[in-house]
Nanobody, 116 residues
Framework: QVRLVESGGGLVLPGDSLRLSCRTAGIVVNRMNMNWFRQAPGKEREFVAV????????EYADSVKGRFTISRDYARSTIFLQMDNLRPESTAKYFC?????????WGQGTQVTVAS
C-alpha cells in the first residue's frame, strides 16, 4: 500500500528557510518520479518540483527556481524540499505526489505560512 506523509511546515518570516519531508511507504523512491505540489487558498494546486527516477534529474516551477531544492534519501524512503528565501507568496499547503502503476497518490499536506 502506497503511503505519503508530509511534515516540516510552519509559520516563518520572509527570507527564512524550511525543509519539508515526505516519508513514503510502499514504493522505492529511486524508481519513481516524485513530485511536490502546493495549493494556496482560493487557488488551484500547482506543480513545484520533481525529482525523476534513476538519476533523471530535477525540474522546478519558474517561481521557485534558485530558491527551492528537491532531493531524496533512498535509505529513509523520504523526499525533501529545501525552501530558502521564502516569500509571502510561498504560503500554501504543500503536498507530496507520486504516480504509481497508473494511480495518483497524495499525502495529507503540510501548511507553510510566510508572513511578517
Amino acid at each position: 500500500q502506497v503511503r505519503l506523509v508530509e511534515s516540516g511546515g510552519g509559520l516563518v518570516l520572509p527570507g527564512d528557510s524550511l525543509r519539508l519531508s515526505c516519508r513514503t511507504a510502499g514504493i522505492v523512491v529511486n524508481r519513481m518520479n516524485m513530485n511536490w505540489f502546493r495549493q494556496a487558498p482560493g487557488k488551484e494546486r500547482e506543480f513545484v518540483a520533481v525529482i525523476k527516477s534513476e538519476g533523471g534529474g530535477t525540474e522546478y516551477a519558474d517561481s521557485v527556481k534558485g530558491r527551492f531544492t528537491i532531493s531524496r534519501d533512498y535509505a529513509r524512503s523520504t523526499i525533501f524540499l529545501q525552501m530558502d528565501n521564502l516569500r509571502p507568496e510561498s504560503t500554501a499547503k504543500y503536498f507530496c505526489n507520486v504516480n504509481f502503476r497508473g494511480n495518483e497518490y497524495w499525502g495529507q499536506g503540510t501548511q507553510v505560512t510566510v508572513a511578517s
